[in-house]
């Protein structure tokens, strides 16, 4: 074992260097500007009660993929992931790689929206935007990006209208919603959901984030505020670190009904492995799926374990199926400079490969 250097010179150089953090850090934190959601422009093509549909401005010079991209994100937090920061883009990075970016932004759900279900959701907030795209274009079919449980939402809408879809990309999305490294899955197992949607109605935002903090809850909700320290001198990482906080606290309330038979059949029921997940009077077969598949997963994810992942494979009758291994986590998949070398050129290319 190494002695522990507990120098007095060196301690009282370490205070100093803290205490200087500091001072800098309350006064960046007082001339921080307003924290922005989502860095690359953009404009709304089409809006249903709360949902609004996106899309992204190509940058100039830039040959576009002919089929455009649709990405549908989870329902428990906001898109802005995909366009955190200027570096940390995945929705800049797929422009800069020719690729036609629309987006799901779903709001806010409110008391008004308690009783919407799955099938309101996927064939019918998913399927107008898909169609407002296709009309927009010109196009019978178009590409879908599904990212967690928007990817899942994907899935069944691929399985459901796979005459609509020309190629189909899933990002960290759970099939197998009970393998034994799931921790999340673990606890909501025996969790009696009608009474918690009885009594509540909406499921507050703040209680599902919080209870994804509390999966790792000395790295989420302790470490991370002492780390703060070392780039509160910085204005740039500061904010950075802000953006980031921001988007963690800011998740939107689920409508009960989609909750209530989101949680049972996907999870206690584990009916999109199974093949007994309805949408309506439909049942979701994902063998329905025809289209080549991107499956990407993440090697360290917390909230989709890889094997939840992989269960794709072998799933669908597509007979062009690709899967692609990221060394991250949930988040760094997005964020991390790794993600943005390699995860968004190979998406890219990938579709483009496929016409």
Same mark, same amino acid.
């Given at each position: 074992?190494?002695?522990?250097?507990?120098?007095?010179?060196?301690?009282?150089?370490?205070?100093?260097?803290?205490?200087?953090?500091?001072?800098?850090?309350?006064?960046?934190?007082?001339?921080?500007?307003?924290?922005?959601?989502?860095?690359?422009?953009?404009?709304?093509?089409?809006?249903?009660?709360?949902?609004?549909?996106?899309?992204?401005?190509a940058?100039?010079? $830039?040959?576009?993929?002919?089929?455009?991209?649709?990405?549908? =994100?989870a329902? $428990?937090?906001?898109? =802005?992931?995909?366009?955190i920061?200027?570096?940390?883009?995945?929705?800049?990075?797929?422009?800069?790689? *020719?690729?036609? +970016?629309?987006?799901?932004?779903?709001?806010?759900?409110?008391?008004?929206?308690a009783?919407?279900?799955?099938?309101?959701?996927?064939?019918?907030?998913?399927?107008?935007?898909?169609?407002e795209?296709?009309?927009?274009? *010109?196009? @019978?079919?178009?590409?879908i990006?599904?990212?967690?449980?928007?990817?899942?939402?994907?899935?069944?809408?691929?399985?459901?209208?796979?005459?609509?879809?020309?190629?189909?990309?899933?990002?960290?999305?759970?099939?197998?919603?009970?393998?034994?490294?799931?921790?999340?899955s673990?606890?909501v197992?025996?969790?009696?959901?009608?009474?918690?949607?009885?009594?509540? *109605?909406?499921?507050?935002?703040?209680?599902?984030?919080?209870? /994804?903090?509390?999966?790792?809850?000395?790295?989420?909700?302790?470490?991370?505020?002492?780390?703060? +320290?070392?780039?509160?001198?910085?204005?740039?990482?500061?904010?950075? /670190?802000?953006?980031?906080?921001?988007?963690? /606290?800011?998740?939107?309330?689920?409508?009960?009904e989609?909750?209530?038979?989101?949680?049972?059949?996907?999870?206690?029921?584990? %009916?999109?492995?199974?093949?007994?997940?309805?949408?309506?009077?439909?049942?979701?077969?994902?063998?329905?799926?025809?289209?080549? $598949?991107?499956n990407?997963?993440?090697?360290q994810? !917390?909230? +989709?374990?890889? @094997?939840?992942?992989?269960?794709?494979? %072998?799933?669908?009758?597509?007979?062009?199926?690709?899967?692609?291994?990221f060394?991250?986590? !949930?988040?760094?998949?997005?964020?991390?400079?790794?993600?943005?070398?390699?995860?968004?050129?190979?998406?890219?290319?990938?579709?483009?490969?496929? %016409?």
């Amino acid at each position: 074992m190494f002695p522990i250097d507990i120098r007095p010179e060196k301690l009282a150089q370490e205070m100093a260097d803290f205490s200087r953090k500091l001072g800098q850090g309350v006064e960046n934190l007082l001339n921080a500007d307003q924290i922005d959601t989502g860095v690359t422009p953009k404009e709304v093509v089409y809006t249903e009660d709360k949902l609004t549909l996106y899309r992204y401005k190509a940058p100039e010079g $830039v040959k576009q993929n002919p089929v455009p991209m649709l990405i549908v =994100y989870a329902l $428990v937090n906001r898109p =802005y992931m995909t366009d955190i920061q200027e570096d940390r883009s995945t929705i800049k990075n797929l422009l800069a790689a *020719g690729q036609d +970016v629309y987006l799901i932004d779903w709001g806010y759900p409110d008391a008004a929206d308690a009783s919407l279900a799955l099938e309101d959701y996927i064939n019918g907030y998913i399927d107008s935007c898909v169609d407002e795209i296709r009309e927009a274009h *010109g196009l @019978d079919k178009i590409n879908i990006l599904g990212i967690c449980q928007g990817g899942a939402f994907s899935l069944c809408y691929t399985a459901l209208h796979q005459d609509k879809v020309q190629n189909m990309v899933t990002m960290v999305t759970p099939v197998d919603y009970q393998t034994p490294d799931n921790m999340l899955s673990a606890w909501v197992q025996h969790m009696d959901v009608d009474l918690l949607v009885d009594t509540l *109605g909406n499921v507050p935002g703040e209680l599902l984030n919080w209870t /994804f903090l509390s999966l790792k809850p000395f790295s989420l909700t302790g470490q991370k505020y002492v780390n703060m +320290v070392d780039v509160l001198d910085d204005e740039k990482k500061l904010k950075n /670190f802000l953006r980031m906080e921001k988007w963690i /606290f800011d998740s939107p309330d689920q409508a009960g009904e989609t909750f209530r038979q989101f949680i049972k059949e996907f999870y206690q029921q584990n %009916g999109l492995l199974k093949g007994t997940v309805k949408i309506g009077k439909r049942t979701v077969d994902l063998k329905d799926i025809t289209c080549p $598949v991107l499956n990407i997963f993440a090697e360290q994810d !917390h909230l +989709v374990p890889p @094997d939840a992942s992989r269960a794709l494979k %072998g799933r669908t009758s597509s007979k062009d199926y690709t899967e692609l291994s990221f060394p991250g986590g !949930h988040i760094g998949i997005y964020v991390s400079g790794r993600a943005q070398k390699e995860v968004t050129p190979a998406i890219a290319k990938w579709l483009d490969d496929r %016409g």
